[in-house]
C-alpha cells in the first residue's frame, strides 16, 4: 500500500512536464500535440527540432516549470495531463484491450499488477464511453475513465 | 542496503545540519582545515573529479584542462573553467556560505561533489550550513532509478543530425516487471535551441557549436512518440549492469547538470560523447570517452559501451511503420484489397465479402486499416474528416475481442554487431593498361556495398572518403577523388508507401576532358524511386544533376550538367553486388556515359575483399578502369 502511494505521488509530479505540455500542443514552446484528438496542431517547429536532437525546453522531470510552456493547463486529477500526452496511443490500446501506453495508465493510476488485466479488460469494454468521438478532451477521458472504473467492484478503489 | 546507507547519510549530510551556527563559532572557521586536506592529498588530481567538472585535458590551459561546460553558474571559482584545484577549494568554501541557503544554494546545486569530497576528506555535516534544498528533494522524489537501459533510436537518413543514430539513456525504476517502462525517464543532451530559426540555419548552427548543448529530463513515453512514431526509428534498448549505488551516482550528478550549457558539437561533443561522460562518473575508474576526440558516432559509442562490458541485454521496439510493414505482409490479395477499401470507405465493413470473412481476418484488416491512415496523419497537420474516420475505425476494432498475440516482427541484426565505421582498403588496379596501386580511407561510415550486418539496408552515409594512386608507370601519386560527403538514401516503394530514394555527393573526382585526365570539384544530387524486384534485389533509378568546376572547361569553368542512372543492388548471402549505368551532359554539350559493377565479397566482420569495375566514355575518351582491394574496417 505504501509502494502505491509512492508511484502515485511520483506519477503525480511526474506529470507536471507531461501536462506543461498538454497545456499549449502545438504552441510554438511546447511539445508534441495529440494527432487524432482534437486540439492540437502542426508540429513544424517539432520537427526542426528534430534535426539536430534539439530541445526548445529545458524539461527536467519537474513540475514547476522552467520548459517555457504554459503550466495552466488544468491538473485536476493527476492522471489528466498523462493521459493528454498519450492519448492516441491510450486510445488505440483501450480499443484493442492491451499495450504499453494502456500499462502506463494502469501503473499511474495505481492499478496492482494482479488487477492490470482487470483494468484491461474493464477499459477495452468501456472504449465507446471512454472515446465517445474524435473530439474528447483528456479531461473528460480521464472523468469517464474514472466513472467506469468506480462502477466496477474490482476497480474502484482505484478511482476514489 | 548499503545504497539506502550512503543515500541516507549523504541526505543527512544536506538536509540535517542544523546546529551549525554554534559548533562554527567554536570550532573556528571549518574551510581551511579542509581546503588543507585536499591540497595534502591533490584531490583535485583524481579522475572523479575531472569527471564531475567535465574536464578535458588541455594543452593550451595553465593546469593541463579545460572544462566542456561553457556555462558559469557551473563554476564555483571565477578561473574554475580552465582551473580544476581552484574550483575545488572554491567548491569547499562555497558549501559554507550563509547567504541564500534555498535552491541555489551550493550544497543544493552540487550534491554528487559534496558527496564525493565527503567520501575523501571528513567534513563535519554538523557544522554545514542548514541549506533548504526543496527543488532537489522534489526532483529526487520524482526522478528514482535503479537501472539504467542505454537507448538507440536507429539510422534516419532524412534528417542530417540523425543519419547516424542517436543514443539516449534511461533511467529505471523498478528492476521487475511490475513497472512501466513508459513512465521511466529519458535523459537526453540535445542542442538547447532558444528560438525558432529556419531549419537550414538550424542544421548550420548545429553541425558548427552555434548552439549550446543541454541535458534534459522526460517521460520515456515522449521519445517513443518522437522517434517509434513520428520519425518512424525503429529503437534498440540496451540494459546497463550499472549497480543501484552506481545509478545512485548518476542521478545525483545529473542535477548538478540541470539547465547547465554545455560545448555542443555535431561531430564529437554531441549526444554520444556526453553519455559516456555520464557513465564514466557512475563507474569511475570506466574509461570510455578518450577514443572518441575527433568524432563520436552513436553506434560506436554503443560498442565501446559492450566492449566495457556494461551490456546486460538487449530489446528491439519496432516502429510504428515496422508494424504496419508486418501487418500488412500478413494480409492475402483479397485482404488487403478490402484494407485499401477500408482506408477510404469505412463503409466496407458492411459488405457480405467482408462480413464473410474469419473474425481474427477481419480484426487485423481494420488494425491495419487504422495504422496506415495513422501514418498517412503522422506527417500532415490533424485532417478533422481523418480523425473521424481513424475514430470509427478504433470503434470497429474495439468490437473484436482482445488479441495479444505479438506481431511476428523479425528483430534485425543489432547494430553494434555491425562493421567498424572506419575503413582503409588497398589494392591494385589497371586502367588502359597502366597498373597502379590504391590506397584508400574512409572515416565513416557506410557504403551500400559494404558489409549489410547490422546496417539498414539501403542507407549509404560515407563522410571523409580519400583515395590516392600511384601508377607504375609514371611513378606518380596523386589524388584519385575526394568524397566530403556521400549520402545515398535507397528506400524502395510499395503498393502503400511511395518514399522519395535520393543521393547527394560532393567533394572532388577525376574526369577526362579533351584527353586530359583532371581533378575537378563538384556538387552531385540524384532523385528517383526504388522497386524490390524480389527479395534481396533492388532496381532504382534517378534523375540526377551535376555543377563542376573544371580547369578543361573552355570560357566559363564551372558548369551544370543534367543525367539519369540506373541500377541494381543485389544482397546474396553476405555479399554485395550493385551495377551502375549512368549518363550526364553539360551545358557545354560535353558528355558522360558510365557503367560501373561493384562487388563486395566480406571475409569477416571487419574485412572484406572489393572489387570495382568501371567502363566509361567521357565525349570521345573511352577507358576501362577496375581495382580489387582489400578492405579493412576499424
Given at each position: 500500500m505504501k509502494m502505491r502511494k509512492e508511484i502515485l505521488l511520483a506519477a503525480a509530479l511526474t506529470l507536471g512536464s507531461g501536462s506543461a505540455l498538454a497545456a499549449a500542443p502545438g504552441g510554438p514552446d511546447c511539445g508534441w500535440g495529440n494527432l487524432l484528438f482534437d486540439?492540437?496542431?502542426?508540429?513544424?517547429?517539432?520537427?526542426?527540432?528534430?534535426?539536430?536532437?534539439?530541445?526548445?525546453?529545458?524539461?527536467?522531470?519537474?513540475?514547476?516549470?522552467?520548459?517555457?510552456?504554459?503550466?495552466?493547463?488544468?491538473l485536476t486529477y493527476g492522471g489528466a495531463s498523462m493521459i493528454s500526452s498519450i492519448m492516441d496511443e491510450f486510445s488505440e490500446d483501450v480499443a484493442r484491450g492491451h499495450g504499453e501506453a494502456l500499462d502506463a495508465v494502469a501503473v499511474m493510476m495505481g492499478v496492482d499488477k494482479g488487477d492490470r488485466a482487470a483494468f484491461a479488460k474493464v477499459v477495452h469494454q468501456n472504449f465507446s464511453t471512454i472515446f465517445p468521438h474524435d473530439k474528447v478532451t483528456a479531461q473528460q477521458v480521464t472523468d469517464s475513465l474514472m466513472t467506469v472504473m468506480k462502477s466496477d467492484a474490482r476497480l474502484a478503489k482505484y478511482a476514489a | 542496503m548499503r545504497v539506502q546507507i550512503r543515500y541516507l547519510s549523504l541526505s543527512i549530510l544536506i538536509f540535517l545540519t542544523s546546529f551549525s551556527a554554534a559548533a562554527f563559532a567554536e570550532q573556528g572557521n571549518p574551510v581551511k582545515p579542509i581546503q588543507a586536506a585536499a591540497i595534502e592529498q591533490q584531490l583535485w588530481q583524481s579522475p572523479e573529479w575531472i569527471n564531475l567538472l567535465h574536464y578535458y585535458p588541455e594543452r593550451f590551459s595553465k593546469s593541463g584542462y579545460r572544462s566542456h561546460v561553457d556555462d558559469r553558474s557551473f563554476f564555483n571559482a571565477d578561473n574554475g573553467i580552465e582551473e580544476p584545484r581552484e574550483e575545488m577549494l572554491a567548491t569547499i568554501a562555497a558549501f559554507y556560505r550563509e547567504d541564500e541557503l534555498g535552491n541555489m544554494h551550493p550544497i543544493c546545486r552540487f550534491?554528487?561533489?559534496?558527496?564525493?569530497?565527503?567520501?575523501?576528506?571528513?567534513?563535519?555535516?554538523?557544522?554545514?550550513?542548514?541549506?533548504?534544498?526543496?527543488?532537489?528533494?522534489?526532483?529526487?522524489?520524482i526522478v528514482q532509478a535503479e537501472q539504467v537501459t542505454l537507448v538507440f533510436p536507429t539510422y534516419h537518413l532524412n534528417s542530417p543530425s540523425s543519419m547516424f543514430g542517436h543514443t539516449l539513456l534511461r533511467l529505471d525504476r523498478s528492476v521487475g516487471e511490475t513497472g512501466s517502462k513508459w513512465l521511466s525517464f529519458a535523459v537526453n543532451f540535445g542542442a538547447n535551441v532558444?528560438?525558432?530559426?529556419?531549419?537550414?540555419?538550424?542544421?548550420?548552427?548545429?553541425?558548427?557549436?552555434?548552439?549550446?548543448?543541454?541535458?534534459?529530463?522526460?517521460?520515456?513515453?515522449?521519445?517513443?512518440?518522437?522517434?517509434?512514431?513520428?520519425?518512424?526509428?525503429?529503437?534498440?534498448?540496451?540494459?546497463?549492469?550499472?549497480?543501484?549505488?552506481?545509478?545512485?551516482?548518476?542521478?545525483?550528478?545529473?542535477?548538478?547538470?540541470?539547465?547547465?550549457?554545455?560545448?555542443?558539437?555535431?561531430?564529437?561533443?554531441?549526444?554520444?560523447?556526453?553519455?559516456?561522460?555520464?557513465?564514466?562518473?557512475?563507474?569511475?575508474?570506466?574509461?570510455?570517452?578518450d577514443e572518441f576526440g575527433i568524432t563520436a558516432i552513436p553506434i560506436d559509442t554503443v560498442k565501446a559501451i559492450e566492449a566495457a562490458g556494461l551490456i546486460e541485454d538487449s530489446m528491439f521496439r519496432a516502429s510504428q511503420m515496422t508494424e504496419l510493414?508486418?501487418?500488412?505482409?500478413?494480409?492475402?490479395?483479397?485482404?488487403?484489397?478490402?484494407?485499401?477499401?477500408?482506408?477510404?470507405?469505412?463503409?466496407?465493413?458492411?459488405?457480405?465479402?467482408?462480413?464473410?470473412?474469419?473474425?481474427?481476418?477481419?480484426?487485423?484488416?481494420?488494425?491495419?486499416?487504422?495504422?496506415?491512415?495513422?501514418?498517412?496523419?503522422?506527417?500532415?497537420?490533424?485532417?478533422?474528416?481523418?480523425?473521424?474516420r481513424s475514430h470509427t475505425l478504433l470503434g470497429l476494432l474495439n468490437k473484436y475481442p482482445a488479441d495479444d498475440t505479438p506481431l511476428p516482427i523479425v528483430v534485425p541484426v543489432q547494430p553494434e554487431k555491425g562493421h567498424h565505421s572506419r575503413r582503409i582498403s588497398i589494392g591494385v588496379g589497371e586502367r588502359d593498361e597502366q597498373a597502379y596501386q590504391a590506397l584508400s580511407m574512409r572515416m565513416a561510415f557506410h557504403s551500400l556495398e559494404d558489409n549489410g550486418h547490422g546496417y539498414l539496408r539501403g542507407a549509404h552515409i560515407n563522410m571523409a572518403n580519400l583515395e590516392l594512386r600511384a601508377n607504375n608507370e609514371t611513378d606518380k601519386v596523386e589524388l584519385q577523388r575526394l568524397d566530403v560527403i556521400d549520402i545515398f538514401s535507397l528506400t524502395p516503394r510499395s503498393r502503400f508507401f511511395s518514399p522519395l530514394s535520393w543521393r547527394v555527393y560532393t567533394g572532388l573526382d577525376r574526369q577526362m576532358t579533351d584527353g586530359v585526365d583532371r581533378l575537378t570539384s563538384h556538387v552531385t544530387v540524384g532523385a528517383g524511386v526504388a522497386y524490390s524486384l524480389f527479395d534481396d534485389a533492388v532496381f532504382y533509378a534517378l534523375g540526377t544533376g551535376r555543377l563542376e568546376f573544371n580547369r578543361g572547361f573552355s570560357d566559363k569553368r564551372i558548369k551544370p550538367a543534367a543525367g539519369a542512372a540506373m541500377g541494381l543492388l543485389w544482397h546474396f548471402s553476405s555479399m554485395t553486388t550493385r551495377l551502375e549505368l549512368a549518363a550526364e551532359k553539360f551545358s557545354n554539350d560535353k558528355y558522360r556515359s558510365r557503367l560501373q559493377l561493384r562487388h563486395n565479397m566480406p571475409l569477416a566482420r571487419n574485412h572484406a575483399l572489393h572489387l570495382s569495375v568501371n567502363g566509361e566514355k567521357h565525349t570521345a575518351d573511352r577507358f576501362v578502369d577496375a581495382t580489387l582491394s582489400y578492405r579493412y574496417h576499424f
Open positions: 486540439g492540437q496542431s502542426g508540429m513544424g517547429p517539432h520537427f526542426l527540432a528534430l534535426t539536430t536532437n534539439g530541445t526548445f525546453n529545458q524539461t527536467f522531470g519537474m513540475t514547476s516549470g522552467t520548459n517555457g510552456c504554459s503550466t495552466d493547463g488544468a | 550534491p554528487a561533489r559534496l558527496h564525493w569530497l565527503s567520501e575523501h576528506i571528513e567534513i563535519d555535516p554538523d557544522t554545514l550550513p542548514e541549506a533548504a534544498c526543496a527543488d532537489y528533494v522534489e526532483w529526487r522524489g532558444q528560438a525558432v530559426d529556419n531549419s537550414l540555419l538550424y542544421a548550420i548552427k548545429g553541425l558548427t557549436g552555434g548552439y549550446p548543448g543541454i541535458f534534459i529530463v522526460t517521460p520515456y513515453y515522449n521519445k517513443i512518440r518522437e522517434y517509434n512514431r513520428i520519425e518512424k526509428r525503429d529503437i534498440w534498448e540496451y540494459r546497463l549492469n550499472l549497480t543501484p549505488e552506481e545509478v545512485e551516482r548518476m542521478v545525483v550528478h545529473l542535477w548538478e547538470l540541470k539547465e547547465v550549457n554545455f560545448d555542443y558539437y555535431f561531430f564529437d561533443e554531441n549526444c554520444s560523447y556526453r553519455l559516456l561522460e555520464l557513465l564514466e562518473v557512475a563507474r569511475p575508474g570506466l574509461e570510455l570517452t510493414q508486418v501487418l500488412l505482409e500478413q494480409l492475402s490479395d483479397d485482404e488487403t484489397r478490402y484494407f485499401e477499401q477500408l482506408v477510404e470507405n469505412v463503409g466496407v465493413v458492411q459488405s457480405t465479402g467482408f462480413i464473410a470473412l474469419a473474425l481474427t481476418k477481419q480484426q487485423k484488416i481494420i488494425d491495419a486499416a487504422y495504422r496506415y491512415q495513422r501514418y498517412q496523419q503522422s506527417t500532415m497537420v490533424r485532417d478533422d474528416a481523418l480523425a473521424k
